[in-house]
């Protein structure tokens, strides 16, 4: 791990917890390392209790846990510890809301939010409806004007909200207001909680609006004041470190040619917008020498797709080649299929793009600061944002935690702990750092990195799970994946829907699911986990070192320094 504080002999469940982080309900497992971990960790459970609560204040589960911690031995804010004491006092036994389900399960969004908004109207003391109304009501951006409309009637109840819940619903209104990109009247809800109320939470969503607004100065100021009450907290740090020094704004030419591969089945429509954004890139940020050549393998498809090709072809002037196969072949053979031709073969670098991704303008130079930032790296992937929920990361970076099976199990051999998985993003997930895999949908290799791993296992056809198997073939190289936060792709599609229970892909994602978990054994598990750790620990102490370098952040004690 890292011989460096704060995490500097813990044990080493509670330190990887930490190492990846999250928001509110995502620090969850790091809170329950904690509690696991011993008495010896106490304050570090009971700040980390306090964290998960102020990042999800009407949850009831987590003001009932930091209640009744706080009870046995105060440590939260009085004004803080009252908020949460008077949630966990309201909340109502819970139990079965088939109507609920229903609706969460089709993704009903407008339906949802009515639901709950006539809950909360029917018993307002309730803390349970207003919960999830926090936790869906951003869902409800992928509606369009709509979908606003309604999100509006979500934040004036929040704003609404009397007694105790007061700050806290004003929280959860900026909140809301920040994520729809009313940004000035976000920072005002923000700046206008009591200072009473040391929410360090708002203080995080202050900083990202500041951000947005233009004000670097401010938005630094107050991730400082969150990274130093929260030495624990990784993400703020890396948040605070990337705005600090620059990173989040660095666009950078990349130090190769590069050849950017697509390929497509039955998909002409999303195909033909994916390649609308990917001819409009800033090419001022290509690499050196010229833009990249683009290839396009059409996959045996029968729709429009070969048209949408020749019309494009014919638009850039050359630079899009195209491969046609009479069959479908699956995705995996398809990425090696364009590797290996020749003109691919001869560029330093390879970016695979699906046909539903679409990239900003400043997708090359951003890839390129990645590089410079991490050269090392096996792979350098991004931030993935749904068409359909905007708020929300679709894929990052993704941590490995292996499960180590019986001797001739047949069980799951690991998990991936991905922090961006569980809150809507306000820009905190946008961080560059190592992990131990990111999505295909949009990364970067260095082309001798792609041949030298013999390429993506066609035994995870059609699709689902190359890319994961090639992220842990690297690791177990000695080459970590590197996530550039500051890059957001969009993505048109729900990642692996298909393959959910139901879906048209349901059986052979489930099939490569075991494959891949069978493909390794525990031992190598752990050393790809170890390797993708030891990269991340390194990076986190190193920006740490370089913000009290700065000033921002005194030299981390040698004992304790766990924050409250």
């Known amino acids: 791990m890292t011989a460096e504080p704060p995490?500097?002999?813990?044990?080493?469940?509670?330190?990887?917890?930490?190492?990846?982080?999250?928001?509110?309900?995502?620090?969850?497992p790091a809170r329950d390392a904690a509690l696991a971990a011993g008495q010896a960790w106490a304050g570090l459970a009971d700040a980390l209790s306090l964290a998960v609560w102020e990042g999800a204040p009407f949850w009831p589960e987590a003001a009932a846990h930091l209640t009744a911690r706080n009870g046995r031995r105060p440590f939260a804010p009085p004004?803080?510890?009252?908020?949460?004491?008077?949630?966990?006092?309201?909340?109502?036994?819970?139990g079965p809301d088939p109507y609920f389900d229903r609706l969460a399960g089709r993704r009903d969004i407008p339906r949802l939010l009515a639901y709950l908004l006539s809950r909360h109207e029917k018993d307002p003391a309730d803390p349970g409806p207003l919960y999830r109304l926090s936790v869906f009501a951003p869902m409800a951006l992928g509606d369009g004007g709509a979908g606003e409309a309604q999100l509006d009637r979500v934040a004036a109840v929040f704003s609404?909200?009397?007694?105790p819940f007061a700050p806290l619903g004003a929280y959860a209104a900026a909140h809301l207001r920040l994520l729809c990109g009313r940004v000035a009247e976000a920072a005002a809800g923000l700046a206008g909680l009591p200072p009473v109320f040391p929410s360090l939470a708002a203080r995080q969503l202050l900083a990202e609006a500041r951000w947005r607004l233009g004000d670097r100065e401010g938005a630094v100021a107050a991730l400082t004041e969150v990274a130093r009450a929260r030495p624990f907290d990784s993400l703020a740090l890396g948040r605070l470190h990337d705005l600090a020094t620059g990173a989040g704004e660095a666009v950078q030419a990349l130090p190769g040619s590069l050849?950017?591969?697509?390929?497509?089945?039955?998909?002409?429509?999303?195909?033909?917008?994916t390649l609308a954004a990917l001819a409009a890139t800033d090419w001022g940020l290509a690499p050196a020498g010229g833009g990249p050549r683009l290839f396009a393998l059409d996959n045996g498809s029968g729709d429009a797709t070969a048209a949408v090709l020749a019309g494009w072809r014919e638009r850039l002037g050359g630079r899009l080649g195209v491969v046609r196969l009479p069959v479908n072949v699956g995705a995996p053979a398809a990425r090696n299929w364009l590797a290996a031709l020749p003109e691919v073969e001869q560029c330093?670098?390879?970016?695979?793009?699906?046909?539903?991704?679409?990239?900003?303008?400043?997708?090359?130079?951003?890839?390129?600061?990645?590089?410079?930032?991490?050269?090392?790296?096996?792979?350098?992937?991004?931030?993935?944002?749904?068409l359909g929920a905007p708020a929300f990361v679709q894929c990052a970076d993704s941590h490995l935690f292996p499960?180590?099976?019986?001797?001739?199990?047949?069980?799951?051999?690991?998990?991936?702990?991905?922090?961006?998985?569980?809150?809507?993003d306000a820009g905190q997930y946008a961080v560059g750092r190592p992990c131990a895999t990111v999505t295909g949908c949009c990364h970067l290799l260095r082309t001798q990195t792609l041949r030298a791993t013999g390429g993506f296992d066609i035994r995870f056809s059609p699709t689902q799970y190359d890319d994961l198997d090639h992220d842990l073939r690297l690791l177990l190289a000695g080459r970590v994946p590197y996530c550039q936060g500051h890059l957001g792709v969009t993505h048109a599609?729900?990642?692996?829907?298909?393959?959910?229970p139901g879906g048209a892909g349901y059986g052979s994602g489930f099939a490569n699911q075991?494959?891949?978990?069978?493909?390794?054994?525990?031992?190598?598990?752990?050393r790809a986990a170890d390797t993708a750790f030891a990269a991340l620990a390194a990076d986190t102490a190193a920006k740490r070192r370089a913000l009290a370098d700065r000033g921002l952040l005194a030299p981390v004690p040698q004992e304790g320094g766990h924050g409250r």
């Open 7 to 28: 995490f500097a002999g813990l044990p080493s469940e509670l330190a990887r917890r930490l190492l990846v982080g999250g928001c509110g309900p995502g620090l969850a």
């Open 493 to 500: 599609k729900v990642t692996g829907a298909a393959s959910q």
């Open 259 to 273: 050849a950017v591969l697509l390929y497509s089945f039955n998909s002409a429509a999303l195909l033909d917008r």
């Open 514 to 526: 075991f494959k891949l978990h069978h493909k390794y054994d525990d031992a190598a598990l752990a």
């Open 403 to 424: 499960t180590p099976r019986q001797e001739g199990g047949q069980g799951r051999a690991f998990e991936l702990a991905s922090p961006w998985l569980v809150t809507p």
């Open 79 to 94: 004004a803080l510890a009252a908020a949460a004491r008077a949630v966990a006092m309201a909340a109502r036994p819970s």
């Open 160 to 163: 609404g909200l009397p007694g």
């Open 348 to 386: 330093d670098f390879t970016a695979y793009l699906d046909d539903d991704a679409f990239v900003p303008r400043d997708w090359l130079g951003r890839f390129g600061a990645a590089v410079a930032a991490c050269p090392g790296a096996g792979v350098w992937g991004c931030r993935i944002m749904g």
